[in-house]
């Protein structure tokens, strides 16, 4: 059984993407959740100004607003839009309390990696002094390889470190992900290290299923899959994470299911996996 509390659980919106932001509120809350991390989609349709209304009378702690990056692209004009988008995104986690925007960092088809990472440094460096007056840190998400046509050129928690050290600012860190990280034999190591940064900004739970019937919307509930979350969450705490342990789950499966039910279902398998 988990020995965390529930007081330091989080789950994400997109994990229940068919509820609207105040019915998610109210689920979570329920369920004995104590945190949200809230996606931008959840935001347009119930308007910023009612998502910091419901956000503020929840009783959660908003961990963190996803997500932030999409950085790489083959012209002038469009960087330039990604840095506004970001822009807006930092203004949005201001809004609604959220200490954190996590970037998924993006790529291009085409695209050399190494020019890829190249512009994605570049893009967050611009964005620092934005976000560190608007009091909201930035936090680097690696990807599973899978992902680095199109989805993120950042792919192991060492490219993502680099970062961290080359930036060389507070408002810079990373987000582990195990679904994204859990393959990685350095992965140890490289959360070590990160601890040693400071750096570990947020960490995200869920797992992988065999066999992965969609690259994007197939994880399952912890327990359900391969991967070691509770070895995982022990480098992390032992690297000096102690902050909201966040349940990120894409499921064309669980979407089409009962909510309230699913996230007891969440509940019971943090309990018992994480």
Known sequence: ?????????CIHTITTRPLSLAAAVEIYRDAGFAGITVWRDALATAG??????????SGLKVVSLCRGGFFPATDEV?????????????????AIGAPLVVLVCGAVPGMPLREARKQIEASIAALIPHARQAGVKLAIEPLHPMYADTRSAVVTVSQANDMVE????????????VYHTWWDDRLESEIARSGRLGAIFSFHVCDWRTPLRDILNDRGLMGEGCIPVRQIRSWVERAGFDGMIEMEIFSNQYWQENQREFVSRIRSAFIEHV
């Open 1 to 9: 059984m988990s020995s965390v509390p529930l007081s330091r659980c």
């Open 48 to 57: 910023i100004k009612e998502s910091v209304r419901i956000l503020a009378l």
């Open 78 to 94: 469009d960087r330039r839009h990604a840095l506004d988008d970001n822009r807006r995104a930092i203004d949005e986690a201001a």
């Open 166 to 177: 080359r930036l060389a600012s507070p408002q810079v860190g990373v987000t582990i992900d």
